[in-house]
């Protein structure tokens, strides 16, 4: 399974931007999705996450009302649509797709394929 994220690029702050993540070698519905990201001298950490059914979201606290995760299974694809963006959001996004899991986690180790990232610079 390969994970192909897109959609990352420069915008201002308070702007908004789409990102989509296309899933190859397997099938959308089997597997529970989320993003993660890294800032500069960060660790990386949890952003969004859905649920096989696309009834579960979860995000985190930082970006709850302003990030929105949906899912195209007919497409093979998750996307995370960024509003209201800040310098704070600059991070590095990877989309990852947990296969085992029965519910939307954060927890990083619970994913098994990632995508490569795609850097997302919000300018002050």
């Known amino acids: 399974v390969q994970l192909q994220a897109s959609g990352g690029g420069l915008v201002q702050d308070g702007g908004s931007l789409g990102l989509s993540c296309e899933v190859f070698?397997?099938?959308?519905?089997?597997?529970?999705m989320g993003w993660f990201r890294r800032a500069p001298g960060k660790e990386r950490e949890f952003v969004a996450a859905i649920s096989r059914d696309g009834v579960t979201k979860y995000y985190t606290d930082s970006v709850k009302g302003r990030f929105t995760i949906s899912r195209d299974d007919a497409k093979n694809t998750v996307h995370v649509q960024m509003n209201s963006l800040n310098p704070e959001d600059t991070a590095v996004y990877y989309c990852?797709?947990?296969?085992?899991?029965?519910?939307?986690?954060?927890?990083?180790?619970?994913?098994?394929?990632w995508g490569q990232g795609t850097l997302v610079t919000v300018s002050s």
């Open positions: 070698g397997g099938s959308l519905v089997d597997y529970v």
């Open positions: 990852a797709a947990d296969l085992r899991g029965r519910g939307v986690s954060a927890v990083e180790i619970m994913y098994e394929f």
